[in-house]
């Protein structure tokens, strides 16, 4: 029998007391604000009067969670009744243990809806830390969709106090994860701890008394938890992440200045945070007295202003961009704590003649230097003139992807690896380790071509085996097969758009190719796929200060990590190429409005940082480039790379790893389709950046296994349920669940299948109508489950049905508006055929059924009467709040029920997903039925507060 909830609750209460925590009794609110008197007392040593604390209740409740998470790290100013003036700490940041800790259970907060919370850490009385449980062998996601519930619905209730929340912790017992109070957050960022080697700690006692502890838990909410400015949201670091802070931290503070291990490098696979990493480390940093500056040194211009934008938006004005050199020395020269730079302008800083009078004076001032992707320009002469210029310098490197003997370049005669230019690896956390942490996907990696011993799908007529001339590699007709692949499989890989592909190709010249062919069938209506490149437009000589300097404008020039084509193919760009890439610009201005150009170099890197846009808000479907976007682009929405192009070693990780950043369940790996023989070169970076055998763990596994899997599952299938009908004859909750995991498993697997070229339906055991009957009775399951008339909680409430594998997009409340505020945008023709459109949406998509008959009224009274589509959402939620709060009193009325005690009969469903049994039902009628129209009635009241609140509350 699973162990109940309650008993996993009050084990885990007697294990938080163990580790410090005083057990506090607290029912409710008026409780927990007169704790927190006495602790806010307590901790700050001092004795407050009722309207002092009046004050600071008036001083706490203010804002959203944003808000709160400031104050709470700010000190109160108090002017007290005899005049003298105090200051209050809400909580100790600088030294974390020295706080007050207690715990309690079950407090009551009654917002829109009675919620009743698990367990809750007090800090100094404030409620910083909620634990929500459930028992084991339930799914963890039902506990994080509670507290989304209770965020929507009690959180800012009255004083608003658990607004002041930092960290949730969700558990049943067997799995444990955590993550910030962010009301943006889905089930996906949600993490695993782990010990520094990488071993997860999920089971909930060992959890509790490695990360609650009460110290840990202080210092990752007093440290590792960033407060975004760009989206106002909190930001807790992952485990991996803590790790690599504390070790460059520990470095820092305890090896000689001129020790013999001072330096030292992080080694976190592509993809899992680094800038947030890193970010991290230098906030710290520039807190240390003894450091007279930390410089965060970046190898490409495009890469300053990223990393710049992306460090401002955890911290507003924590970093002012270097637009030139001269603006770089004025920052070493002034009071400015943190930098952010380039490694060209860095070098001219120290070795122009009119800079060296300014920046003399710091040559043995400790500076702590962060190089984010070590693994590219750091190993010629510019690394070892900025070590030699700054005699107390200490040097961290951040790479995805190490240089290693095996992966080196010659330079000199020698090859320089990243362990002889920093030293000690502090952290290491490799692609394998990111993928079972679900924090990466897995590749797909398909080889397209004419290979031996080989039927498919790909079985393109282009020679892959033994091309190893230019004159094969550029012939016409070889690119234009490959054109016409990329357009008939595109959408397949894409999932009809719902992403974006990028395609690399070895050098400019094939570039021009390609793009020249893709745009002419498109003026023959072969396609309508939206095609954007950006490529070097200027030649070498431009480059001055530094063998070392890799411009944006001068990328495609240079040869990528040692891994693209031989460097003597990169000629000198033509003029011809130079007009080429102006009439590919003059393209995209057609087609999104814009006016850039390549004639003059700022206008031509707004279309750079644009097209990154685009591509990030799928507004390009290709994005065709040589060298650039392959390294230090981030986009979630990106899941397929096609590759005519050389690769290996870290070029290749880094580049397939465009595509497989975590978005939501549909994407469930990155595509890489191959039209060059890359196979021994991705067995080979594999087996170097994790380990010869993780193969399996990174890439998908071939069709066939994916074909047989859904075989067995369907046989297996056919043993609960060997007909459609016999679906209906499930006897129990068990064996409906048995029934609904077994769908799942083969609609996950065949989410996996449908992005394959060598896809056919016929392929499948089963045929295509029985999955579709089956996919049925299925969704009938998901209805009936959100709508049971049982009176006990059904353990398919614990279900998650997956149902976005099944639409096409995850289509709710927040995907109409999203819609909605687009219909002011065109012609009259224009907004009725999207009214239409959404119409027909509403009508197909099951969670929006019951809100269909609302949504339309809005489109129909309420949208006309706005102006702006940023006034969409608020005038819809006014609307939503209107019609939820007249249909509540219609509900009372027609059933001739108390609305008050209606309203508590809704908050306690919402809390334990109980339907109101017989007795609660009778205390709200006001008339009561005869005897045999009891029971009828019941059911009927029943069915009208479930549909109450899937209409007005669920998926809003």
């Known amino acids: 029998m699973p162990q ?38 307590k901790h700050n040593g001092v004795s407050l009067t009722q309207k002092e604390f009046g004050q600071v209740m008036v001083h706490l409740n203010k804002g959203n969670i944003w808000d709160r998470a400031k104050i709470l790290r700010d000190k109160m100013q108090l002017t007290k009744e005899d005049g003298t003036s105090v200051y209050l700490e809400f909580i100790n940041q600088e030294f974390w243990c020295q706080n007050q800790y207690q715990v309690c259970s079950q407090i009551k907060n009654e917002g829109d809806y009675k919620n009743r919370y698990d367990v809750t850490i007090l800090i100094n009385g404030l409620p910083l830390c909620q634990i929500e449980l459930k028992r084991r062998g339930l799914e963890l996601k039902e506990a994080f969709n509670q507290t989304h519930r209770y965020q929507r619905h009690s959180y800012s209730a009255n004083y608003g106090l658990f607004q002041y929340i930092q960290v949730f912790v969700i558990s049943n017992g067997v799995n444990t994860k955590y993550y910030s109070n962010n009301l943006k957050q889905n089930f996906k960022q949600t993490f695993y701890w782990s010990d520094k080697n990488n071993k997860l700690i999920t089971d909930l006692f060992a959890f509790t008394d490695d990360f609650l502890e009460p110290c840990h838990l202080s210092k990752m909410i007093t440290r590792y938890i960033v407060l975004s400015e760009k989206d106002s949201t909190l930001m807790v670091l992952r485990p991996y992440q803590y790790f690599a802070v504390e070790a460059i931290l520990d470095r820092v503070k305890n090896t000689p200045a001129n020790g013999p291990t001072k330096n030292g490098y992080i080694w976190h696979t592509t993809g899992s945070g680094k800038t947030l990493t890193s970010f991290k480390a230098s906030q710290i940093l520039v807190t240390n007295p003894n450091i007279h500056k930390v410089v965060f040194v970046v190898d490409r211009k495009d890469l300053d202003y990223q990393t710049t934008k992306e460090f401002n938006s955890f ?140 039927e498919s799908q790909n079985e393109l007529d282009i020679e892959v085996e033994g091309i190893d001339t230019q004159e094969l590699l550029e012939s016409p007709k070889r690119l234009e097969k490959i054109a ?155 899941n397929t790379l096609f590759v005519d192009k050389n690769l290996k070693y870290h070029g290749l990780i880094q580049a397939f790893s465009r595509t497989n950043r975590i978005l939501d369940d549909k994407k469930s790996h990155g595509n890489i389709v191959c039209f060059r023989n890359l196979k021994n070169a991705t067995d080979d970076a594999i087996a170097l950046f994790s380990n010869k055998n993780a193969k399996e763990d990174i890439i998908l596994k071939p069709y066939g296994d994916y074909i047989s899997r859904f075989n067995e599952v369907y046989a297996e299938l056919l043993k609960i349920t060997p007909t459609v009908d016999s679906v209906n004859d499930l006897a129990s909750e068990d064996d409906i669940l048995e029934f609904v995991q077994k769908f799942r498993e083969l609609i996950r697997i065949k989410n996996t299948l449908s992005t394959f070229a060598d896809y056919e339906e016929q392929d499948l055991v089963m045929p295509s109508q029985d999955f579709e009957d089956y996919k049925s009775k299925y969704l009938d399951i998901h209805d009936r489950a959100k ?63 019951s809100k269909k008959i609302l949504i339309e009224k809005f489109i129909n009274e309420n949208l006309p009467n706005i102006t702006e589509a940023d006034q969409v959402e608020g005038q819809f939620e006014e609307f939503w709040s209107l019609e939820r709060a007249n249909a509540l009193i219609t509900l009372s009325k027609a059933e001739n029920l108390d609305l008050t005690k209606l309203q508590e009969v809704i908050a306690e469903y919402l809390f334990s997903q109980k339907l109101p049994l017989v007795n609660e039902i009778r205390p709200m009628l006001t008339v009561m039925p005869g005897l045999k129209d009891r029971n009828t009635t019941f059911t009927r009241i029943k069915d009208k507060i479930l549909g109450f609140i899937e209409t007005f509350i669920e998926g809003v």
Request: hydrophobic share 35%.
């Open 4 to 41: 109940p909830e309650a008993e996993l609750e009050n084990k885990l209460i007697d294990a938080l007391v163990k580790q410090g925590y005083s057990f506090v009794n607290i029912g409710n609110e008026t409780d927990l604000v007169a704790n927190l008197k006495t602790q806010i007392e």
């Open 315 to 454: 911290s507003d004005g924590s970093v002012d961009g270097t637009d030139n050199t001269q603006k770089l020395v004025e920052q070493f020269t002034n009071d400015t704590k943190l930098i952010v730079t380039t490694i060209q302008k860095l070098n001219t800083a120290i070795s122009k003649i009119r800079h060296l009078s300014q920046m003399e004076k710091l040559k043995d001032k400790r500076i702590v230097f962060i190089f984010d992707e070590c693994h590219r320009t750091q190993f010629g002469e510019t690394h070892a003139r900025i070590k030699s210029y700054f005699t107390n310098n200490q040097m961290f490197g951040f790479t995805g992807t190490p240089i290693f003997e095996q992966n080196a370049a010659s330079l000199d005669g020698r090859k320089r690896t990243t362990k002889e230019l920093f030293e000690e690896c502090l952290h290491k956390y490799v692609i394998t380790d990111a993928i079972k942490d679900e924090n990466v996907l897995k590749f797909s990696v398909e080889y397209v071509g004419r290979y031996r011993q080989k």
């Open 484 to 638: 016409d692949y990329i357009i008939v499989h595109h959408d397949q890989k894409t999932h009809s758009r719902a992403y974006t592909a990028m395609f690399c190709v070895g050098s400019v010249d094939i570039l021009t190719q390609y793009y020249d062919i893709f745009a002419k069938k498109k003026l023959e209506g072969k396609h309508n796929l939206r095609i954007a490149t950006v490529f070097s437009y200027v030649a070498n000589e431009d480059v001055k200060d530094s063998n070392d300097n890799i411009e944006l404008d001068e990328l495609d020039n240079f040869d990528f990590n040692k891994v693209a084509e031989p460097e003597e193919k990169y000629q000198k760009l033509s003029l011809h190429n130079r007009d080429k890439l102006e009439k590919y610009i003059g393209d995209y201005n057609k087609m999104f409005g814009t006016k850039h150009t390549t004639k003059d170099s700022q206008s031509f890197y707004n279309y750079y940082n644009e097209i990154s846009k685009r591509v990030k808000n799928k507004e390009i479907d290709i994005l065709l480039v040589v060298n650039m976007f392959l390294t230090g682009f981030d986009s979630k929405t990106l």
């Open 787 to 849: 709508i049971s008339a049982k009176e006990k909680v059904s353990i398919l409430n614990d279900v998650d049905f997956e149902l976005e594998l099944i639409h096409r997009d995850e289509v709710n409340v927040a995907y109409i508006l999203m819609l909605l505020a687009k219909l002011n945008i065109g012609t009259t023709e224009d907004l009725e055929k999207k009214k239409r459109e959404i119409k027909e949406l509403l009508e197909g998509q099951i969670q929006l059924r």
